[in-house]
């Protein structure tokens, strides 16, 4: 939390401080795990065979993380997201049951209200683009587009429901600037005119990215955002 408040007055008001978690079944799954893994055999085992146990577990995660990111609100963040990278590895009776149940009872425990402002909250599944319907119930204000969903069709999906944040391949960030242009450009096509686009990756940035590139991709997102944007 101290690196909470020092960001904050650092930024001294430039752009949002945003806060995040990892969601209660991705965090379960390094822990049943024990790091990353190609098939996720220990988890859904126990997932499987003692529905109870990981009932037991997801749960005392979501109060963990609620926890955490309440003390994050109080610390000094202005927005928060919740990342779900491997729900997209579930069924879809298991997404629900496992992972979205968990996302839910984590936004409905936090404190959104700080000084008559609310807190947007943001939920992103990798890979969950098949169920936005469903996450658009939760009460999250803005979903995580991974860069295998079509913007475009998630908007005509969701609607005026939730706002959409995303979703560039982090992989394009090694691509010359003039094909980063075009592929911002692309996504600010496809989402088309009006509020509700939050311009994001469609996943983490990896850390050997050249930050020239990234700020190729934020000045392309300034330059060519605002005729989607006027009245």
């Not at 927005?79 to 992972?99: H, I, K, N, P, Q």
């Not at 691509?175 to 005119?193: F, M, R, S």
């Amino acid at each position: 939390m101290d690196a909470v408040r020092l960001i904050r007055k650092n930024l001294n008001g430039s752009v949002p401080l945003i806060g995040f978690s990892g969601s209660p079944w991705t965090l379960a799954t390094y822990m049943i795990e024990g790091g990353s893994s190609k098939n996720f055999a220990k988890i859904k085992s126990m997932m499987y065979n003692q529905p109870a146990l990981m009932h037991q577990l997801l749960d005392k995660l979501a109060q963990a993380v609620a926890a955490y990111l309440n003390a994050q609100i109080a610390a000094g963040a202005q927005a928060l997201m919740l990342f779900d990278t491997w729900g997209g590895m579930l069924s879809g009776s298991d997404y629900r049951e496992f992972s979205l149940h968990y996302a839910k009872q984590v936004r409905a425990s936090l404190n959104v209200e700080v000084d008559g402002q609310k807190i947007p909250t943001i939920l992103f599944t990798k890979g969950g683009g098949m169920w936005l319907d469903d996450m658009a119930t939760t009460g999250y204000d803005a979903l995580g587009l991974d860069w295998q969903t079509d913007i475009q069709n998630a908007r005509v999906q969701v609607g005026e429901k939730v706002a959409l944040q995303g979703n560039l391949d982090p992989m394009a960030l090694y691509a010359k600037p003039e094909v980063i242009i075009e592929k911002v450009k692309n996504i600010l096509q496809k989402y088309g005119k009006g509020s509700g686009h939050v311009f994001n990756l469609g996943h983490g940035i990896l850390p050997d990215i050249n930050p020239e590139n990234v700020k190729t991709m934020v000045d392309a997102v300034h330059e060519y955002s605002c005729i989607y944007h006027q009245d």
